[in-house]
């Protein structure tokens, strides 16, 4: 029976990428501990500042503002706002909502939700509904950040967190790597760096791996939506997804070592990739580097299409 390298207590699970046995109370020590260190690597927040939190519901956004809310307690001079979006999901976002709202409610956090209805006048639904050429993930994605930038620029948020984790961070380098997409690979977070009109994104999960945040939620009992967007089957990650996690099977650690590389070649690419000069959308005024935003590119070509379809 293995036991905890810690304290010598029965190992609650072994981490096969360090070799590490540790009980419950180590596991969570374990997380909590590299998830504060990210937050400090990331660029410390001045005492006064407002940090928004995108919160979908979910355990890593649920797990992530948690720990947030542990680590800047009220009196450490760091206000929290939650931002939950509701795209339009019926019989899926209403349940989540709920979800973060008890959670900030228990936690005495300001929360607000922000519509693609309200704010679009239209629902991914409806998006979907268009037809298998309509990706939903690629149109939701862009709303969403449209929308959560918007709102956090307006709080006056120095920063928004995100829950993304080590599986979504080293999938979207493999994906930008696999694309050939080198200015986004550059333009991955964390940013360091503020550009006019874009709120700076700090990502405190991203070195935990996802079956990490589901055993941390859990042991923590942190309430969260276990059943994912009804879209995600028509997601482009997933193949990225399958491979990643066939090579962490066979190999311990890839997911770390992809971000890791990622980490270590991106300040040497952003010499030959400085941040793009940013201009105000057209129809928005939100920052982009054309003179339309991606967001109203992609709402103009679904509202026309849902007009020929009424």
């Given amino acids: 029976m293995a036991k905890c390298q810690k304290c010598g207590r029965k190992a609650l699970l072994r981490i ?22 990210e937050i400090k690597l ?16 979910g355990k890593d956004s ?18 929290l706002t939650a931002l939950v979006v509701d ?12 979800l973060a709202e008890g959670l900030c409610s228990d936690r005495g956090i300001g929360c607000e939700v922000l519509s693609f209805k309200g704010s679009f006048g239209i629902t991914m639904d409806s998006v979907a509904g268009l037809g298998e050429e309509w990706r939903p993930c690629t149109f939701c994605g862009v709303l969403r950040r449209n929308l959560l930038n918007r709102r956090a620029r307006e709080l006056g948020a120095a920063k928004i967190a995100f829950g993304h984790n080590l599986d979504d961070m080293s999938q979207s380098v493999l994906m930008n790597v696999v694309n050939g997409d080198v200015q986004r690979l550059v333009r991955l977070g964390p940013h360091t760096k503020t550009q006019k ?3 700076p994104r700090l990502l405190p999960l991203r070195m935990i791996p996802e079956s990490e945040m589901v055993l941390y939620a859990d042991l923590k009992g942190i309430p969260y939506l276990e059943k994912h967007c009804p879209y995600r089957p028509r997601a482009h990650r997933l ?14 650690g890839t997911k770390h070592s992809i971000l890791s590389t990622h980490d270590q070649i991106v300040p040497a690419l952003r ?9 105000s959308c057209n129809l928005c ?6 003179e339309v935003c991606k967001a109203c590119e992609l709402l103009g070509k679904a509202r026309k299409a849902l007009q020929q379809n009424i």
Avoid: W
């Fill in 239 to 252: 193949g990225f997804l399958e491979i990643i996690n066939k090579l962490e099977e066979e190999t311990p």
């Fill in 197 to 199: 009109g874009l709120v």
């Fill in 62 to 79: 649920m797990s992530a503002l948690s720990i947030l809310s542990e680590t800047f307690k009220p009196g450490s001079g760091i206000k």
């Fill in 285 to 290: 005024g939100e920052p982009t580097m054309g």
């Fill in 42 to 57: 990331q660029g410390k927040l001045p005492k006064g500042s407002k940090l928004a939190v995108a919160v979908s519901g």
């Fill in 271 to 279: 010499e030959f990739y400085p941040p793009a000069k940013l201009n």
């Fill in 87 to 98: 795209e339009g999901l019926k019989g899926y976002r209403r349940k989540a909502i709920k």
């Fill in 16 to 37: 096969p990428y360090s070799g590490s046995d540790l009980c419950r109370d180590h596991f969570i020590e374990f997380v909590e501990k590299r998830v504060r260190k």
